[in-house]
Antibody
Framework: QVQLQESGPGLVKPSETLSLTCSVS?????????WTWVRQAPGKGLEWIAG???????LYNSSLKSRVALSADKSKNQFSLKLSSVTAADTALYYC??????????WGQGTLVTVSS | EIVLTQSPGTLSLSPGERATLSCRAS???????LAWYQQKPGQTPRLLIF???SRATGISDRFSGSGSGTDFTLTISGLEPEDFAVYYC?????????FGQGTKLEIK
C-alpha cells in the first residue's frame, strides 16, 4: 500500500520560499503516475497546486505557476515543492498526493505551513 | 478554468435518510474526469467515486455517482453516522484540476 509523508518547515516568513518534500513508500515515483501537491487553507476547500509526472514533466496551476517549482529525486523516491514569495494567503495544510488516471487516490497526512513573521 | 459549483452548501439530514449532493461544472466535461471525495474533520480527503460513477476500493455501495455534461450527483442512501462529513467534487478535464467548494453533510 502506497504511503506518502510530507516534511518541511512549519513556519515560513513572508516573501520567503516555502519548501516541502514528500517521501513515498510502497510505490516508485517512476511508476506511471502523477505526483501532486494540494493545499487547504484553514477552514477552506481544496486547491490543486501542481504535479510532476513519472518522467519529470511538470504541470502547474496557472494561478500559482510563476511561484512554483517542482522536482523529483528518484534515488530517494521523493518529490518536492517550492513556493516562492509567500504571503499569509499561502498559509495552509499542504498535502502530497498520488494521482491515478483521473483521480487522487493516495494522500499524505498533510503538513501545516504558516506564513508569519 | 473549469469552475465546479456544489449545492447545497450545507445539507442537514437524519441517519437513515438519503442524501443528494450536486456538482455543476461551468463547461461540459467527460464522465471519466469527475471524482468525489469525503473529508471528515481533522482527516485527509478520501476518494469515493471516480469516473462519475465508479466506486473506489472499499467504498460502500450506499455511495453512488451519476451525471453527465455539466451536472453530476453524489447520492448516499441510508445515511450512517460516519457519513456526516464534507464532500468535494473534482474535475480532471483540464488544468487546473479544480475542486468544488464542498458540501457539508450534517446531522439534523
Amino acid at each position: 500500500q502506497v504511503q506518502l509523508q510530507e516534511s518541511g518547515p512549519g513556519l515560513v516568513k513572508p516573501s520567503e520560499t516555502l519548501s516541502l518534500t514528500c517521501s513515498v513508500s510502497g510505490d516508485s515515483i517512476t511508476s506511471n503516475h502523477w505526483w501532486t501537491w494540494v493545499r487547504q487553507a484553514p477552514g477552506k476547500g481544496l486547491e490543486w497546486i501542481a504535479g510532476i509526472y513519472h518522467n519529470g514533466t511538470p504541470l502547474y496551476n496557472s494561478s500559482l505557476k510563476s511561484r512554483v517549482a517542482l522536482s523529483a529525486d528518484k534515488s530517494k523516491n521523493q518529490f518536492s515543492l517550492k513556493l516562492s514569495s509567500v504571503t499569509a494567503a499561502d498559509t495552509a495544510l499542504y498535502y502530497c498526493v498520488r494521482m491515478g488516471f483521473y483521480w487522487f487516490d493516495s494522500w499524505g497526512q498533510g503538513t501545516l505551513v504558516t506564513v508569519s513573521s | 478554468e473549469i469552475v465546479l459549483t456544489q449545492s447545497p452548501g450545507t445539507l442537514s439530514l437524519s441517519p437513515g435518510e438519503r442524501a443528494t449532493l450536486s456538482c455543476r461544472a461551468s463547461q461540459s466535461i467527460s464522465n471519466i474526469y469527475l471524482a468525489w471525495y469525503q473529508q471528515k474533520p481533522g482527516q485527509t480527503p478520501r476518494l469515493l467515486i471516480f469516473g462519475t460513477s465508479s466506486r473506489a476500493t472499499g467504498i460502500s455501495d450506499r455511495f453512488s455517482g451519476s451525471g453527465s455534461g455539466t451536472d453530476f450527483t453524489l447520492t448516499i442512501s441510508g445515511l450512517e453516522p460516519e457519513d456526516f462529513a464534507v464532500y468535494y467534487c473534482q474535475q480532471f478535464s483540464g488544468s487546473p484540476y479544480t475542486f468544488g467548494q464542498g458540501t457539508k453533510l450534517e446531522i439534523k
